[in-house]
C-alpha cells in the first residue's frame, strides 16, 4: 500500500476520495461519513507498507486525499412527463416492517429519474425510496416505525451513477409525485405566539408496555456562573423546575416555579440534537424557529404539534449514551452522533402542544 495506489483505486472507482489507513488498509467514498472529523495530524503515524517515507494513517485514522471532482448529491426534484417528484426527506427502513413496500427491479440502475420513472409505471404510486445504493422502493405511503432522520444518514453514492447518492444501508431517500409540478411546500404555521403550554411527546409505534402519550421535561445538562442549559427529556426520575412553557415570535421560553423573572429561551438545535435551552447573562436571544402545526395524521380534534423549521414529522425520543441512557427528545436524528449515536435505540413521536385552561 502507498498513498499513491489507494488514489488510484477509488479514482478507477469513480470515488472523489480515498483515504490510507493503518500502513496498509485503503478506503474510498464521496463524502465524509458521519462520525468522521479532523483529527491532529500527528495521531496518522504509521509508515505506508508499500513505501516507507509515506505516511499511510495511523490507528483508526485515515489520511484523506480529494480528487476535486464535483461531489455527488441528494437530487432534489425530478421532471417527468406527468409531472415533478420532490425530495422528502431521509427515512429509516427495515425488512420487517418496509417504510415503502413494494420493490422495483431496475436493469439500468437505480438512479431518482430511474426509480421515480419506474414507480410511475408500475401502477401509479405517488412515493419513491432510493436505498444501500441499488435499491428502489415504491409506496402510496409514508409507513410506520419509519423515522425521519438527517440527510446525513442518506449518503451512500448509486452504484449506477457516482453523481448521486441514493439513501444508504437501511435508509431511504424518498421522494414525493406532484401532478402539478410544484411542490407543495411546508405545512403552514397555525401560531407563533401561544401562552401557558405543556409538551408531550405520543409515540407513534405505541410501545408494548408503559404509556403512548409522556410528558417531556425541561432537564438540565450544564450548569455554570452565567449559563444554563437544559434540554427536553422523557427522563420520569428526573427533577425540573420548569413545568410549563410560552412562545413569543417563534422563540419558546420556558417559564422557571422558582425564579420567575428568569429568561430562558430556546436555541437552533442541528440534526441529531436534542431541542435545548439556555439562561444566560446576558439574556440569550433566541433563536426564531418554532411554530405549531395541525396535526395532520392524527385523530380529529387533536392537540397542535410543535413544529421546528418546518417540520413536525422529524423528532424521535432517544437514548442518551453519555447520560445514562437518558430518553431525550431529538430532532432529526443522524448516526454517529456524539449523544445519541444508534439511531436504531430512537422511536419517532409527535410532539403535542398542551394549552392550560
Known amino acids: 500500500m ?7 483505486i477509488c479514482g478507477a472507482a469513480d470515488y472523489i476520495l480515498a483515504g490510507v489507513e493503518f500502513g496498509s488498509e485503503c478506503y474510498c467514498d464521496s463524502a465524509l461519513q458521519i462520525p ?21 494513517g495511523g490507528a483508526d485514522r485515515l489520511n484523506i486525499f480529494n480528487n ?13 412527463t406527468t409531472g415533478m417528484w420532490h425530495y422528502q426527506g ?7 416492517a418496509r417504510t415503502l413496500r413494494a420493490g422495483m427491479n431496475i436493469p439500468g440502475g437505480t438512479t431518482a429519474e430511474s426509480c421515480t420513472a419506474a414507480c410511475a ?17 415504491c409506496d402510496n405511503a409514508i409507513n410506520n416505525p419509519a423515522q425521519h432522520t438527517s440527510n446525513n444518514d442518506c449518503r451512500m453514492v448509486c452504484q449506477s451513477t457516482h453523481t448521486e447518492f441514493c439513501g444508504n444501508a437501511n ?15 411546508p405545512a403552514p404555521c397555525l401560531a407563533a405566539d401561544l401562552s401557558d ?7 407513534k409505534n405505541p410501545p408494548t408496555t408503559g404509556p403512548s402519550l409522556v410528558d417531556l421535561k425541561v432537564v438540565v445538562v450544564e450548569m455554570s456562573s452565567n449559563n444554563i442549559w437544559t434540554v427536553l427529556s422523557i427522563c420520569p426520575t428526573c427533577c425540573s423546575e420548569w413545568p ?16 420567575v423573572a428568569q429568561v430562558m429561551s430556546s436555541t437552533a438545535p442541528k440534526d441529531g440534537e436534542s431541542p435545548n435551552f439556555v439562561a444566560s447573562i446576558p439574556a440569550f436571544p433566541g433563536s426564531q424557529s418554532y411554530c405549531t402545526m395541525q396535526d395532520i395524521a392524527g385523530a380529529t380534534g387533536n392537540p397542535p404539534l410543535l413544529a421546528f423549521g418546518s417540520k413536525s414529522d422529524a423528532f424521535s425520543v432517544c437514548k442518551n449514551n453519555t447520560a445514562n441512557g437518558r430518553l431525550d427528545l431529538v430532532f432529526s436524528p443522524v448516526t454517529g452522533h456524539p449523544h445519541y449515536s444508534l439511531v436504531m435505540d430512537c422511536s419517532p413521536v409527535s410532539v403535542q402542544v398542551i394549552v392550560s385552561s
Open 171 to 185: 435508509r431511504v431517500a424518498v421522494y414525493h409525485f406532484s401532478g402539478t409540478g410544484t411542490a407543495s411546500g
Open 2 to 8: 502507498t498513498i499513491e495506489t489507494c488514489v488510484n
Open 244 to 259: 410549563s412553557f410560552t412562545m413569543r415570535n417563534s422563540i419558546v421560553f420556558p417559564k422557571s416555579s422558582n425564579i
Open 36 to 56: 468522521g472529523q479532523a483529527a491532529p495530524v500527528t495521531e496518522c503515524n504509521i509508515a505506508c507498507n508499500g513505501n516507507a517515507n509515506e505516511t499511510c
Open 68 to 80: 476535486g471532482k464535483q461531489p455527488p448529491v441528494i437530487v432534489q426534484s425530478v421532471n417527468t
Open 121 to 137: 409505471a408500475a401502477g401509479g404510486f405517488v412515493n419513491a425510496g432510493l436505498e444501500n445504493g441499488h435499491e428502489c422502493w
Open 90 to 96: 431521509c427515512f429509516t427502513d427495515n425488512t420487517a
Open 197 to 203: 403550554f405543556k409538551l408531550m411527546a405520543r409515540f
